[in-house]
């Protein structure tokens, strides 16, 4: 599935070691969703958020697109689970 990836918020502006962010993604088929990656720092400081937050050590521009890439190929039903489609 191709795929275009949107960052709201620059990197620039945020803690790389313990932060999250949120991604939006949009399908070739027309879908959008809205991922949160964050990273263990903050899963830590913010219960709850990991129910939803697609975690990784740190947030680069590669850990991002791994992490999406990694979740685009799931089945859609968990991609709907991690991804709010509220775009």
Do not use: Q, W
């Not at 790389?16 to 400081?45: L, P």
């Not at 697609?54 to 999406?68: L, N």
């Amino acid at each position: 599935m191709k795929y275009s990836i949107t960052l709201p918020t620059s990197l620039k502006e945020i803690d790389r070691e313990d932060d999250n962010i949120d991604v939006c993604v949009e399908t070739s088929d027309g879908d959008n969703y809205t991922f949160v990656i964050a990273t263990e720092k903050n899963i830590i400081k913010h219960p709850g958020l990991e129910l939803r937050a697609i975690i990784v050590k740190r947030i680069t521009s590669h850990s991002i697109k791994k992490a999406i890439k990694n979740t685009m190929k799931l089945e859609k039903s968990i991609i709907d689970y991690y991804g709010s489609n509220d775009m």
